[in-house]
T-cell receptor, first 113, second 112 residues
Framework: DADVTQTPRNRITKTGKRIMLECSQTKGHDRMYWYRQDPGLGLRLIYYSFDVKDINKGEISDGYSVSRQAQAKFSLSLESAIPNQTALYFC????????????FGDGTRLSIL | KQEVTQIPAALSVPEGENLVLNCSFTDSAIYNLQWFRQDPGKGLTSLLLIQSSQREQTSGRLNASLDKSSGRSTLYIAASQPGDSATYLC???????????FGTGTRLKVLA
């Protein structure tokens, strides 16, 4: 089983719908991150969390919200989806210690029509 | 504001060739730099992480170097193989932050 699991892997939905993307991890890491990847723009940080109920904004948090109710789970919500939120979304984890590497899930491909 | 650039965007080489991928960053005050590999439809796999106090890191056929003063890192791949075909990304963590800034990647194709 993957250490960092994202669900769903693919989602197509309509403008205005509420969407939740889930991330769970078995690595025991306290740090978790949500990124989006767009062609030509690289990965950009949406939100990150260092512990249960700790939430921090990244570069592009507008239009998104997150929840960290358990150490192993970090969910990303789009309250009212819009087409320019169509992207590939990645969850990542990292252990304590400044020089621990990030570990990524396989991503969720989200299309908003 | 830290910016990370990877040139070229794409590269094709014959199997067996040694190659170098480049990563440039604008602010030398970094905490560490990480190289990743991304396969189509997959997430990022961490290859090497270089701390700001280090000059290089090695793992198998991969060697990553860091020159903070010039704002550059290189990823050297020895004796390339078709299985090395993927997109390679670098990410910089700026000093005093918990955020990583990613480059847009170099798409590598190793021809058999």
């Amino acid at each position: 089983d993957a250490d960092v699991t994202q669900t769903p892997r693919n989602r197509i939905t309509k403008t205005g719908k509420r969407i939740m993307l889930e991330c769970s991890q078995t690595k025991g890491h306290d740090r978790m991150y949500w990124y989006r990847q767009d062609p030509g723009l690289g990965l950009r940080l949406i939100y990150y969390s260092f512990d249960v109920k700790d939430i921090n904004k990244g570069e592009i948090s507008d239009g998104y919200s997150v929840s960290r109710q358990a150490q192993a789970k970090f969910s990303l919500s789009l309250e009212s989806a819009i087409p320019n939120q169509t992207a590939l979304y990645f969850c990542a984890t990292r252990g304590q210690g400044g020089n621990q590497p990030q570990h990524f899930g396989d991503g969720t491909r989200l299309s908003i029509l | 504001k830290q910016e990370v650039t990877q040139i070229p965007a794409a590269l094709s080489v014959p199997e067996g060739e040694n190659l170098v991928l480049n990563c440039s960053f604008t602010d030398s005050a970094i905490y560490n730099l990480q190289w990743f590999r991304q396969d189509p439809g997959k997430g990022l796999t961490s290859l090497l992480l270089i701390q700001s106090s280090q000059r290089e890191q090695t793992s198998g056929r991969l060697n990553a170097s860091l020159d903070k003063s010039s704002g550059r890192s290189t990823l050297y791949i020895a004796a390339s193989q078709p299985g090395d075909s993927a997109t390679y990304l670098c990410a910089v963590r700026a000093a005093g932050t918990y955020k990583y800034i990613f480059g847009t990647g170099t798409r590598l194709k190793v021809l058999a």
